[in-house]
């Protein structure tokens, strides 16, 4: 919009400041808000009419064609992408009953999809239980080697002690 930095805009303000008066520069300072909202209305009014306009005459159509014209790679994805979502929607399992074989087949594979993340849970909590069994007896080893440290009395002071 317009290029202001904070050097134009503090020159700006100064000579309001000069000009208008310290009196009636808020008065000033709400007409001018106000102009701008307006203008801002109207550009916005205008912007979506032009849209509208341009939705009614398939503008947006022609703008989609050139865009796959210009970009034919990207558009053959977006068709992929379109054609994977369409066959992942209708090969939907839920979709079919129970007493179809595709409902036979998705039923299976879920209880074995069930009993593999049970078989893997217990597996987990089975090495976690051996790697806390492991971890008691390092500590436990520790303790025992700082108690017989305290435990024995150091040969050095006593030899210091009696001199």
């Given at each position: 919009?317009?290029?202001l930095g904070?050097?134009?805009?503090?020159?700006?303000a100064?000579?309001?400041?000069?000009v208008?008066?310290?009196?009636?520069l808020?008065?000033?300072f709400?007409?001018?808000?106000?102009?701008?909202?307006?203008?801002?209305?109207m550009?916005?009014?205008?912007?979506?009419?032009?849209?509208d306009?341009?939705?009614e005459t398939g503008?947006?159509?022609?703008?989609k064609?050139l865009?796959?014209a210009?970009?034919p790679?990207?558009?053959?994805?977006?068709g992929i992408?379109?054609?994977?979502?369409e066959l992942?929607?209708?090969?939907d399992p839920?979709?079919?009953?129970p007493?179809?074989?595709t409902?036979k087949?998705?039923?299976?594979?879920a209880e074995?999809a069930r009993?593999i993340?049970?078989?893997?849970a217990?597996?987990?909590?089975t090495?976690?239980?051996k790697?806390?069994e492991?971890?008691l007896?390092?500590?436990?080893a520790?303790?025992?080697?700082?108690?017989e440290?305290q435990?024995a009395?150091?040969?050095a002071?006593?030899a210091?002690s009696?001199s």
């Open positions: 919009m317009l290029d904070w050097t134009e805009m503090m020159v700006v100064v000579v309001a400041l000069i208008v008066g310290p009196k009636d808020p008065g000033l709400r007409n001018v808000g106000r102009y701008i909202g307006k203008a801002k209305g550009a916005r009014d205008f912007s979506r009419a032009m849209n306009a341009a939705d503008i947006k159509d022609v703008a064609g865009k796959a210009t970009n790679v990207g558009s053959a994805m977006d992408k379109e054609a994977t979502s992942t929607s209708s090969l839920s979709k079919f009953g007493e179809t074989e409902g087949l998705s039923a299976e594979r074995a009993k993340k049970a078989s893997t217990r597996m987990a909590a090495r976690k239980a790697e806390a492991e971890a007896a390092k500590a436990d520790a303790e025992a080697a700082v108690a440290a435990a009395p150091a040969p002071k006593d210091e009696k």
